[in-house]
């Protein structure tokens, strides 16, 4: 997956239309061309898709962790990990062809989580007020069952707005990652932004440019690249230099080279895969 999954969250208390609201917006989005996961929080303690006694329920006993049930028609990967330990990034994971990931419940992680875009399902008012006080990061819509005005969307008559809300949030969300995927990622603030996230926002509302990352401004200056796997690290100017002549000093005292100390060193690292020409 060249660019990470926008993830949209999908929150509200019991019979507020989450789960409506989950089928209207992807299929919408799989007619569009779009990869789509989905997450289900199940609010009920201590269940499991599992049944005791069962052959997968004895390997997981055994200690296997995850544990596959494959049969003619789908495959179940069951992580004895509870939903504790879940986090955005462990659920990209799980995803790793999605292009978007749609998350039912989770409010504890949805509600908190800036970069992810959320869809408030609510049955009155006092909600909505609660919801508006305790989230963080973009809203993409409040929605609800019953008709309440604006600036809560209906979930059966204002369907296709909602529809068209989330996907322009998922363009956007997009947009942002590739072109965070061409900055450095060091975060060294020297943009003057206070992370990398931060310089992609700017530059998608054209309030900053590439050319102002002071590390890619620098890179055609160094004499040191370092590539893993065909990826080449971005490095800043002093760990360039320390590179460059501690290896420069080690290759000197070789018998037989000859070091000027004005040599550009590139280090080329592969995992045996990549150098047995595997994938």
């Known amino acids: 997956m060249n660019t990470k999954a926008a993830v949209i969250g999908v929150v509200g208390h019991k019979n507020s239309g989450k789960t409506t ?29 599992d049944t005791k006694g069962k052959d997968t329920w004895k390997h997981a006993a055994a200690g296997a962790n995850p544990v596959l049930s494959v049969s003619e028609i789908e495959t179940a ?23 978007i990931i749609m998350m039912e419940g989770f409010s504890w992680l949805v ?6 875009g959320k869809i408030l399902c609510i049955r009155n008012k006092e909600e909505y ?58 975060n060294c603030g020297k943009c003057g932004h206070f992370a990398c996230k931060e310089m992609a926002v700017a530059i998608y509302g054209n309030k900053a440019k590439l050319s102002d990352c002071f590390t890619l401004k620098q890179r055609s200056k160094l004499k040191t690249r370092v590539i893993v796997n065909g990826t080449e690290i971005p490095l800043q100017p002093f760990v360039s230099e320390i590179i460059r002549k501690s290896l420069l000093g080690m290759v000197s005292s070789l018998k037989g080279t000859s070091i000027r100390g004005n040599e550009e060193v590139c280090i080329q690292m592969l995992s045996p895969e990549k150098r047995s020409g595997g994938t």
């Not at 973009?138 to 809560?152: E, L, Y």
């Open 21 to 49: 609201v989950i089928e209207i917006i992807v299929q919408e989005l799989i007619n569009r061309g779009y990869l789509v996961a989905t997450a289900k929080h199940v609010n009920q303690k201590a269940f499991s898709i």
């Open 111 to 116: 509600l908190k989580d800036e970069h992810v």
């Open 77 to 99: 990967v069951l992580i004895k990990d509870g939903a504790q330990q879940l986090s955005v990034e462990r659920m990209r994971s799980l995803a790793p062809e999605a292009d």
């Open 129 to 186: 007020k609660d919801f508006k006080r305790r989230i963080r990061g973009k809203v993409i819509a409040f929605c609800s069952i019953h008709p309440m005005g604006q600036p809560i969307l209906s979930i059966g008559e204002d369907a296709q707005i909602l529809v068209e809300q989330a996907v322009k949030y998922v363009r956007r969300k997009r947009k942002i990652s590739k072109i965070l995927s061409r900055l450095p990622g060091l």
